[in-house]
Each structure stands twice: as structure tokens, then as C-alpha cells.
């Protein structure tokens, strides 16, 4: 058996390319679980310092204000212009095609799952990531940088607790309020282009739109909202707080923050689809 394997690496090691991506997949890996267990922690200890940022007076409360603001507030125009469009494209679209084939009710069951329960949170959660993944990574990385880290312990203030609960919670919130607006937008952005183009449609949107909700899908979209939040949040000051002593760690940092968060978005998403369907 020793012999095969060693044959087998001594095969792929004569091709350049796969030679490199075995390489590569190795060294991620074994990097991956050494630091499983310091992930883990950190995990931990992020969830500890936001529970205790909720129930007591913290100065940071400035930073969870502002967190929401530029997540958040700022966000909104580009969300709702995205949930409308994408909304009204398949209500139009679909609804033409399935009224070729005898089946124009089942848009809005289509919309609805689409919108709410699929899409929506995903879409959200990749302009989060976009917008603040690389902004908090890049932020917590320049504080390391310039000794800030190292000047609030030896003051006797956690960096978590300051840094990092803030930010877990104020990402966490926005990505759940801006998955609903986005839900309502992406409703509501159908109705006003079917009043323009076809408004026989419209007479009875809303009716057929709420016999095709349920709690599951509800669920099922906060659900991932929340988790998808918490691995933006966790993943953008994991990988900002990594950064050593040089700057030019910064940006790769924040690559790193939204190319991880992109793939924790994708597994969760996964995960959280198929788990209902295999109970």
C-alpha cells in the first residue's frame, strides 16, 4: 500500500501543474487544521465578549453605531436597486414563459423562493462582504500594524471586546435588516413593473404572493441572514488581526477576508438548503 502511494506522488510530481496543486492543497489543508483549534477559540471568545457587550455599558457602542452605518445605511440604495431589478426581471420573464406552458401561477411560488428564501440572502451577504469584509480586515490590520492592538492591553482593554464585538454584532444586524429589505423590495419591484406593462397582473399579485409563503421558507431566509452575518463578521477581524508587523499584509488580508467569506457564504448556504430535506 506504500508503494502505491508513493508511486502515485512520484507520478503527479512529474506534471508541473498537478505537481503545484498538490502541493498547494496540501499545505492549505495542514495550515487549515493546525489553526482549527485557534479558530474555534476565537469563535468562542467572540461570542463570549458579544454577550457581554449586549448586557453591559461599553464604550464601544460608537463602533457598533458606526458599523451599522457604513454596513447598514450606506448599503441600502445598491440593495434595494438590485432586489427590484432582479425581482421584476424574473416576475416579467417568468411569468410569460410559464403562461406559454399553462403553469403562470407557479410564478410566484418561483419569485417567492427565489427572492426570499435562495437568492436574496446570498446576494446580500456577497455585497456585505464586498463592501465591509475588506474595510474591517484591512482597518483591524493597520491597527496591528501601528501598535494600537498592543497599546489598548497594556491599558487592560481586550481587543475583542473592543474591536471585535462591535463589529460582530453591527455586521450580524445589518446583513438580517438589509436580507429583509431586500425581501420587500424584491417583492415590491414586481408589482410596480407589472403595473406598468401588464396591470391585469397586478390585480391580484399580493393575494396569489401570500398563498405561496410559509414559515419554513421565513425561517429558513433568517436563518441564513444571521449565519451568514456572523461569518463575514468572524472571518473579516479573524484574518485583519492575523497581520504581523508589515503593511504590506494589509490588503492581503482583506483578500483573504472576502475569498474566505465567499466560501464560508457558499457552505452555510449549502448546508442550511439541504439539512430540512435529509430530516
Given at each position: 500500500m506504500a508503494g502505491f502511494w508513493e508511486n502515485l506522488f512520484e507520478?503527479?510530481?512529474?506534471?508541473?501543474?498537478?505537481?503545484?496543486?498538490?502541493?498547494?492543497l496540501g499545505s492549505s489543508m495542514r495550515?487549515?487544521?493546525?489553526?482549527?483549534?485557534?479558530?474555534?477559540?476565537?469563535?468562542?471568545?467572540?461570542?463570549?465578549?458579544?454577550?457581554?457587550?449586549?448586557?453591559?455599558?461599553?464604550?464601544?457602542?460608537?463602533?457598533?453605531?458606526?458599523?451599522?452605518?457604513?454596513t447598514f445605511i450606506e448599503a441600502l440604495p445598491i440593495i434595494a436597486f438590485l432586489s427590484a431589478a432582479l425581482g421584476a426581471a424574473i416576475f416579467l420573464v417568468g411569468y410569460d414563459l410559464l403562461?406559454?406552458?399553462?403553469?403562470?401561477?407557479?410564478?410566484?411560488q418561483i419569485l417567492v423562493?427565489?427572492?426570499?428564501?435562495?437568492?436574496?440572502?446570498?446576494?446580500?451577504?456577497?455585497?456585505?462582504?464586498?463592501?465591509?469584509?475588506?474595510?474591517?480586515?484591512?482597518?483591524?490590520?493597520?491597527?496591528?500594524?501601528?501598535h494600537q492592538v498592543e497599546s489598548y492591553i497594556s491599558v487592560g482593554v481586550d481587543p475583542v471586546d473592543y474591536l471585535v464585538a462591535p463589529r460582530f454584532l453591527g455586521v450580524t444586524l445589518s446583513v438580517f435588516?438589509?436580507?429583509?429589505?431586500?425581501?420587500?423590495?424584491?417583492i415590491l419591484g414586481p408589482y410596480v413593473a407589472a403595473m406598468f406593462v401588464n396591470p391585469s397582473i397586478a390585480a391580484g399579485y399580493f393575494d396569489q404572493l401570500l398563498k405561496n409563503f410559509s414559515i419554513m421558507m421565513i425561517v429558513a431566509s433568517i436563518l441564513k441572514s444571521i449565519v451568514f452575518g456572523m461569518i463575514i463578521s468572524i472571518t473579516a477581524t479573524y484574518f485583519g488581526f492575523n497581520v504581523e508587523r508589515s503593511s504590506t499584509e494589509i490588503p492581503v488580508a482583506g483578500i483573504r477576508a472576502v475569498s474566505n467569506s465567499f466560501v464560508g457564504?457558499?457552505?452555510?448556504?449549502?448546508?442550511?438548503?439541504?439539512?430540512p430535506s435529509l430530516i
Open positions: 507520478r503527479l510530481s512529474k506534471n508541473t501543474f498537478l505537481g503545484r496543486f498538490v502541493t498547494w495550515g487549515f487544521f493546525s489553526s482549527f483549534p485557534y479558530i474555534l477559540g476565537y469563535i468562542g471568545r467572540t461570542f463570549k465578549s458579544t454577550f457581554a457587550f449586549i448586557n453591559e455599558e461599553k464604550a464601544a457602542r460608537k463602533i457598533l453605531i458606526m458599523q451599522l452605518l457604513f403562461l406559454s406552458l399553462g403553469q403562470a401561477s407557479m410564478i410566484y423562493v427565489v427572492v426570499v428564501r435562495e437568492l436574496g440572502p446570498v446576494l446580500v451577504a456577497f455585497v456585505v462582504t464586498a463592501r465591509s469584509s475588506t474595510a474591517i480586515a484591512t482597518e483591524i490590520g493597520g491597527m496591528v500594524t501601528s435588516f438589509l436580507c429583509l429589505y431586500f425581501s420587500l423590495c424584491g457564504i457558499i457552505i452555510a448556504d449549502v448546508v442550511i438548503t439541504l439539512v
